[in-house]
């Protein structure tokens, strides 16, 4: 089945921590995004990617990282940098600006 | 920069009933719109994809209309089922140099009541 598949499902940081979020998509799809959502907001963008080895800030980086070294991948690194990071991480992906797909999204605490 | 509006944030509504929900942004330039769901501690589920160039897309029971003009779209829901209920989400894609961008709204919580 085509799809985005995003793991873990749930993830626990500890205060000083990096983690690393995976996003893995077999759509063929050249833009992967990575969104945050949290309560009572809309979803935000942190990085989107057009092309492998390329990739742009979104409207808050700050405390995030992202690679983008294969066309199927997209890891999204939280970094101790990212003061608040517990949120809902969701990962995304488009031929060209058409229509986006989504993950099931990454359930990210704070412990 | 572009905002998104939903109104209203959530809507009950009886099994069987017709619904309208309601999305606005302030900047017609777009590249186009997309109506997704989201189900309680779930990913997005894409429902339609208005071009802008397009006036209206239909998928079932679903229909979504676009207003570029007036910065307005909806999305109708006929005969609604209590399977339905779930968080929609209204999305633009500006244009040009902003066409990376999905700018979404903040959703309307629906629930459907048998």
């Known amino acids: 089945d085509g799809g985005i598949t995003q793991s873990p499902k749930y993830l626990f940081r500890k205060e000083g921590q990096n983690v690393t979020l995976s996003c893995e998509q077999n759509l063929n799809h050249d833009a992967m995004y990575w969104y945050r959502q949290d309560p009572g907001q809309g979803l935000r963008l942190i990085y989107y990617?057009?092309?492998?080895?390329?990739?742009q800030k979104g409207d808050i980086a700050e405390g995030y990282s992202v690679s983008r070294e294969k066309k199927e991948s997209f890891p999204l690194t939280v970094t101790s940098a990212q003061k608040n990071p517990t949120a809902f991480y969701l990962c995304a992906s488009s031929k060209d600006w058409n229509e986006a797909f989504f993950g099931q999204g990454t359930r990210l605490t704070v412990v | 920069k572009q905002e998104v509006t939903q109104i209203p944030a959530a809507l009950s509504v009886p099994e069987g009933e017709n619904l309208v929900l309601n999305c606005s942004f302030t900047d017609s330039a777009i590249y186009n719109l997309q109506w997704f769901r989201q189900d309680p501690g779930k990913g997005l589920t894409s429902l339609l994809l208005?071009?802008?160039s397009q006036r209206e897309q239909t998928s079932g029971r679903l229909n979504a209309s676009l207003d570029k003009s007036s910065g307005r779209s909806t999305l109708y829901i006929a005969a609604s089922q209590p399977g339905d209920s779930a968080t929609y989400l209204c999305?633009?894609?500006?244009w040009g140099a902003g066409s990376y961008q999905l700018t979404f709204g903040k959703g309307t919580k629906l629930s459907v009541i048998p």
């Open positions: 208005i071009q802008s």
């Open positions: 990617s057009q092309i492998v080895n390329d990739f």
């Open positions: 999305a633009v894609r500006g």
